[in-house]
């Protein structure tokens, strides 16, 4: 039974711009902590955001900041990633998951969270 769907992935050109899903028929996302993860063929997978179950904190490595952006609707049970000035070295599988956390904290290890959605394929390409 799959509990978190994410949706939005495809093939874009370098510098194009991708607005990935996540949602959620059994979790009520606003009650947990939200990463996004990204895996490349061969490489382990890598957190490129957090935020935590309010929104109030929210993180991004350096190889992302300033390109992508974690938000969140809760009326639409939904986590967003938008993604701006894409680069090759962005194409991977990219995944969301839960983790039941203390307000204001979010991890960007893939260790710390319990449950994840079956990735969406990101082909950054010209």
């Known amino acids: 039974q799959v509990q978190l769907v994410e949706s939005g992935g495809g093939l874009v050109q370098p510098g194009g711009s991708l607005r990935l899903s996540c949602t959620s028929s059994?979790?009520?996302?606003?009650?947990?902590?939200i990463g996004w993860f990204r895996q490349a063929p061969g490489k382990e997978r890598e957190g490129v955001s957090c935020?935590?179950?309010?929104?109030?904190?929210?993180i991004y490595p350096e190889s992302v900041k300033g390109r992508l952006t974690i938000s969140r609707d809760n009326a639409k049970n939904t986590v967003y990633l938008q993604m701006n000035s894409l680069k090759p070295e962005d194409t991977g599988i990219y995944y969301c998951?839960?983790?039941?956390?203390?307000?204001?904290?979010?991890?960007?290890?893939?260790?710390?969270?319990?449950?994840w959605g079956q990735g969406t394929q990101v082909t950054v390409s010209s």
């Open positions: 059994s979790f009520t996302l606003g009650h947990y902590a």
């Open positions: 998951a839960i983790k039941t956390a203390a307000p204001g904290y979010c991890s960007r290890y893939a260790t710390s969270y319990d449950d």
């Open positions: 935020t935590s179950n309010s929104g109030s904190t929210t």
